[in-house]
Structures are given as C-alpha cells and as structure tokens.
C-alpha cells in the first residue's frame, strides 16, 4: 500500500537540478530511517540518500556531494535537492521508510513503506 506521494520529478538537462518532495499523512516519518532511493529501466532499486531518526545522513556514492536530503518534520515533508544531474542519474525515485540501519547501512530489503515514485529523465 502507497504511504507517501512523491512529486517534483520532470523532464531536465546535463547539469540542471531538481529538487523532490516526499509528503505524508501517517506516522511514517517516525520510523527510524527515511529515504530516497531510485531505478533506473532495467536495475535494482537502490539507495540515493537517508536519514535517520538521530538526523544522521547517509548518502550513495555516486552523490559525491551533488544531492541534500532534508525533512520538515511540522509539515511532514522530505526533501532531496539534485544538483548537476547527469543522465546516469535518470531513474524513478522514490520515498520509502523503514528500520534503523544494520551495521550503518541503509539497504533496500529493510524499507517497509513506500511512495508510487516520481520521475526524472536527464537529457544529454
């Protein structure tokens, strides 16, 4: 069952940014981890950024500083800022939550609610 609503995505270019929204109206953003993660046609779904319960972030690799993730916690709203997105970046992104991260790490399997996702197609 769909637990968030994602919107923001679009249609951008090589360097361009866009910034996603993840809202809510249940007690989901209580959960101990909250999360963007994306896929690309053809690939797993995987982690672009994190937040904890304790505000400590967690960001994949490929981000190397271009991505912010940001919560409101009155408004019940997450936030990633995407700056410079590339074309390796295009994906459906989406909002889940879920556990508290094993061993510092933000996995997939352990996210239990999720958005429908929203879509950002980088044009080269």
């Known amino acids: 069952q769909v637990r968030f609503l994602e919107s923001g995505g679009g249609y951008v270019q090589t360097g361009d940014s866009l910034r996603l929204t993840c809202a809510t109206s249940?007690?989901?953003?209580?959960?101990?981890?909250l999360g963007w993660f994306r896929q690309a046609p053809g690939k797993e779904r995987e982690l672009v950024a994190a937040l904890s319960s304790n505000e400590k972030t967690y960001y994949a690799d490929f981000v190397k500083g271009r991505f912010a993730i940001s919560r409101d916690k009155e408004e019940n709203t997450m936030y990633i800022q995407m700056n410079n997105l590339q074309p390796g970046d295009t994906a459906v992104y989406y909002c889940g939550a879920g556990g508290r991260p094993v061993h510092n790490i933000v996995q997939v399997k352990d996210m239990t609610y999720w958005g429908k996702g929203t879509l950002v197609t980088v044009s080269s």
């Open positions: 249940g007690p989901y953003f209580t959960l101990p981890t």
